[in-house]
């Protein structure tokens, strides 16, 4: 098949949908959803960049902190069955 008219099928397919999106009110629904995001988004407050440091550096600790304690209770766990066995 010719290039070109893969092409064409594509974009008539595609305008085929936005025109039915519009059509049905979607779209109009979907830039309320996207402005009404931006506004709550800006009453936000964001974390400045030492305060985002500090709080990746609490989550590799943390992260770290959980991950030694799943070995060692698995280790401990592991003694335990080998002992009752």
Given at each position: ?85
């Amino acid at each position: 098949m010719n290039e070109f008219v893969k092409i064409g099928i594509w974009v008539a397919v595609i305008g085929a949908v936005f025109a039915f999106l519009w059509w049905r009110g979607y779209l109009k629904r979907f830039a309320a959803y996207v402005a009404e995001t931006r506004e709550e988004l800006r009453k936000c407050t964001w974390p400045t960049v030492d305060e985002l440091k500090g709080l990746t550096v609490l989550v590799f600790v943390a992260a770290l902190a959980l991950g030694l304690f799943t070995v060692v209770v698995d280790f401990i766990a592991s003694k335990l069955v080998l002992l009752i066995t």
